[in-house]
């Protein structure tokens, strides 16, 4: 996991499920809840701390998967995940809805120990059919390059919305844009 450390990221029922089930956890961050989030845990359980961005990509690139207990508007984080070639194990809500594709790791229902557990079996099943080049290539559809295009396209549309052309004339400006983009 890599978050900060406040009660709404929903840190604490995902530690204490690990540490119930004695599985390996590593979790990067820091913030005002550490304490009770480190009372929580035990077993296998590393709190990182904040770590740089070259220990993070190796941190990501030797994790089995990312795990978001909570709910993120977008979460880039499971991107950064996607993009080394791990799987996802998150909560169905939010940007994980968006990010988190079919093959690409398994979303549960409920932000409860139960359902992250059933998550983290039908990961154990599924995992060897995860492929890291697929993952690493749907990552980029959320790309800063793919963002500029799709940007741009919208604002040429609505400039071109916005015009006053015939509806004919409107077609073959958007046709024209559509080849550019």
């Known amino acids: 996991m890599v978050s900060e450390f406040v009660p709404y990221k929903r840190l604490d029922y995902a530690i204490r499920t690990f540490a119930k089930l004695g599985r390996r956890l590593k979790i990067v961050g820091d913030g005002p809840d550490y304490a009770r989030l480190r009372k929580l845990s035990s077993g296998p359980i590393e709190f990182c701390g904040r ?32 993009a080394s070639g791990k799987g996802v194990i998150g909560l169905a809500r939010g940007g994980a809805l968006e990010i988190v594709g079919e093959q690409c790791g398994v979303l549960y229902p409920e932000a409860s120990e139960a359902s992250l557990k059933r998550a983290l079996e039908d990961f154990d099943r599924v995992k060897v059919g995860i492929e890291p080049a697929l993952l690493q290539h749907y990552a980029e559809r959320f790309s800063e390059a793919v963002f500029e295009s799709r940007f741009r396209a919208a604002v040429n549309r609505a400039l071109i919305a916005g015009l006053p052309y015939s509806l004919e004339e409107r077609r073959k400006k958007e046709d024209t844009l559509q080849t550019l983009a």
């Open 51 to 82: 770590v740089s961005d070259a220990e993070l990509t190796d941190l990501y690139a030797r994790c089995s998967a990312f795990v978001m207990p909570g709910e993120e508007d977008f979460g880039i984080t499971m991107v950064e995940a996607l």
